[in-house]
């Protein structure tokens, strides 16, 4: 297969899934296996397509990201005080990551892996709605040092590959008393200093091994996964409006034994 077109599935996988309960990068991990696109360099193209879904998201976020970033705000999600609230719940993710980073790319970056990871997450999902507490906050705007805290934790089980970062930080936010519009548009802000952080880190390390060549196929990438991203954020919220996680936790139930079938 062409790496153009490697660039484009790749980019549509990164981008509808990115910010959806489903697993982004173990859906990239399955598609490179696919599509025969594996080791550094794939590895470096997966990190770099993720900077289109984070733009997409950055965009959609703007407003929020206007509010984090005025000094004269005070309550809310907004100013300094938002800004400290993201940043008690990027840490446990980035010290963690930052900390076990070769383990978890050695250990935990395969089919297998991501395979259990999807299916006991969706057990999870399911789980979590049809036990959650009713929601007692009103929006993100009322969240505190506590909820930011806990949604934190919940996010350093992203690390594994699978688990979802998108998922695991809304059920963190549904578990702290946020409705499920409220922990997505969270976890959307949450992803961008955690996934920022990380794929800079990435990519730093990787730039040496890029050559001119890569360059058509990384801009293909990234635009596809930004216009994907673009629309499965747009489309995920709206879902929410009027449904439930559990069509996202039976996909994954579902697609855990094919993986393990068509790659084992």
């Known amino acids: 297969m062409s790496p153009l077109w490697v660039a484009v599935i790749l980019g549509l996988v990164e981008g ?12 990239l991990i399955i598609a490179g296996h696919l599509v025969g696109f594996t080791g550094a360099k794939a590895a470096t193209f997966e990190v770099f397509i993720q900077l289109g879904a984070i733009l997409a998201v950055a965009i959609l976020e703007r407003r929020r990201l206007a509010a984090l970033l005025r000094p004269s705000a005070r309550q809310g ?7 400290a609230l993201l940043a008690v719940t990027s840490f446990p993710a980035l010290a963690i990551g930052w900390l076990l980073h070769d383990w978890i790319k050695e250990a935990l970056f395969g089919p297998v892996t991501v395979a259990w990871a999807l299916g006991v997450g969706g057990i999870v999902i399911l789980i979590v709605e049809r036990t959650r507490p009713a929601p007692c906050l009103a929006g993100v705007d009322d969240l505190g040092w506590r909820e930011a805290i806990q949604i934190g934790l919940f996010q350093v089980l992203a690390l594994w590959p699978g688990v979802s970062r998108s998922g695991a930080t809304i059920v963190g936010g549904l578990l702290s008393g946020l409705d499920r519009r409220a922990a997505a548009s969270y976890s959307f802000l949450a992803a961008i200093p955690v996934m920022g952080v990380a794929t800079i880190y990435d990519l730093l390390k990787a730039w040496p091994t890029l050559e001119a060549s890569d360059a058509l196929p990384f801009a293909v990438g990234f635009v596809v996964s930004f216009l994907a991203a673009w629309a499965a954020v747009r489309t995920f919220i709206a879902l929410l409006g009027r449904g439930t ?9 579902a697609v855990a034994p094919i993986i393990l079938l068509v790659v084992t």
Do not use: Q
């Open 77 to 83: 999600l907004a100013g300094p005080r938002g800004c």
């Open 245 to 253: 996680l559990r069509p996202f936790a039976w996909y994954r139930i």
């Open 16 to 27: 509808l899934t990115e910010f959806i309960p489903v697993s982004s990068t173990g859906h």
